[in-house]
């Protein structure tokens, strides 16, 4: 444990999307420092059992159903914690699903929860617990997960990226926001490169176009190869949070690269390029 990560200790912690993958690695990591740990997620059986295996290891935590694309679950989600426990020491909205398919082929319901789980799901998140945070007058955490992607375009991943462009841009305005108000809250944009979790997972979503599932395997089996494991991205991921660093990632060297790549091509003005591996890629 850092010394930075020792101020977390004996603090509430909430996570969404904690019962699988970065999540649940971030949740784990968070029990291990001492942490009292809110493991909510839309699936029940998921959040118990990461619950369970913190409370096994000897920490403290509990399951919490929630939808976070719904703002209501998230002033819910805010009143149950405040309610039982007074004070929460770290927000970490990481809930999020990957869409994948042509833009115009995908269905519109689907568009909507991609939208709503991993950009709202942020907004409401912020909007419900930091109210909450300031009145509590305590030094606090809150960690928003964007991507490596945010830097970053492929053609039929259109849906998730333009989130984490959007993720990435709200918690760099938030960042300002916080200082503007002298708010006594740390703020971390998490940019993750590739962990091992079941985003990719499912090969056959009824609800995302039928190209999609060769770009979906492609990927699941790309991360389950060269993935980080979601326990090393949770002690990473928390030991930036924890220091009050705004850029956190799993993989830097990447992500300058990434970036840098992202400022040469705005400063180019070339067309958006459509690479020939990037064809192979998604089987074009
Ligand atoms: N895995 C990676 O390589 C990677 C890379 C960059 C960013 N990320 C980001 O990390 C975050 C976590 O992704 P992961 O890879 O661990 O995925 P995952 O699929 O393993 O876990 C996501 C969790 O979110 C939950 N969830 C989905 N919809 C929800 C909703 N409406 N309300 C509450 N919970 C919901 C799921 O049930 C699941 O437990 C996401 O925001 C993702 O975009 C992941």
């Not at 509990?62 to 007074?86: M, N, P, T």
């Not at 091992?196 to 790309?222: C, G, L, V, W, Y």
Request: net charge negative; charged share 20%.
């Amino acid at each position: 444990m850092t010394h930075d990560e020792a101020k977390l200790a004996g603090g509430v912690a909430v996570i969404t999307g904690a019962g699988s993958g970065i999540g649940a690695g971030i949740a784990r990591r968070a029990g291990f420092l001492g942490m009292t740990v809110v493991v909510a997620d839309i699936d029940q059986a998921s959040a118990a059992r990461v619950a369970a295996e913190i409370v096994a290891a000897g920490g403290k935590a509990e399951a919490i159903v929630v939808d976070v694309s719904k703002h209501a679950e998230l002033d819910r989600l805010a009143d149950l914690v405040f309610d039982k426990y007074g004070k929460v020491r770290l927000l970490v909205n990481n809930a999020g699903i990957e869409t994948l398919g042509f833009s115009w082929e995908i269905p519109a319901e689907r568009w909507e929860a991609t939208l709503n789980i991993n950009v709202h799901g942020v907004v409401h998140g912020v909007r419900a617990f930091v109210p909450r945070m300031l009145a509590s007058g305590e030094e606090c955490w809150i960690a928003n997960l964007a991507s490596i992607g945010a830097f970053g375009i492929m053609p039929t991943q259109a849906a998730y990226l333009v989130t984490k462009h959007a993720v990435q841009s709200f918690s760099e305005n938030l960042f300002l926001e916080l200082q503007l108000a002298q708010a006594p809250i740390h703020l971390s944009s998490v940019i993750p490169g590739y962990v091992k979790t079941a985003i990719f997972a499912e090969n056959d979503r009824k609800d995302e176009p039928a190209d999609a599932a060769h770009h979906r395997q492609t990927m699941s089996a790309m991360m389950q190869n060269h993935g980080m494991d979601a326990d090393e991205a949770g002690r990473i991921i928390l030991e930036g949070v924890a220091a009050g660093r705004f850029w956190v990632s799993t993989h830097p060297e990447t992500t300058k690269q990434m970036v840098a790549g992202r400022i040469a091509y705005f400063q180019d003005q070339t067309d958006p390029p459509l690479r020939p591996e990037t064809r192979e890629l998604l089987g074009y």
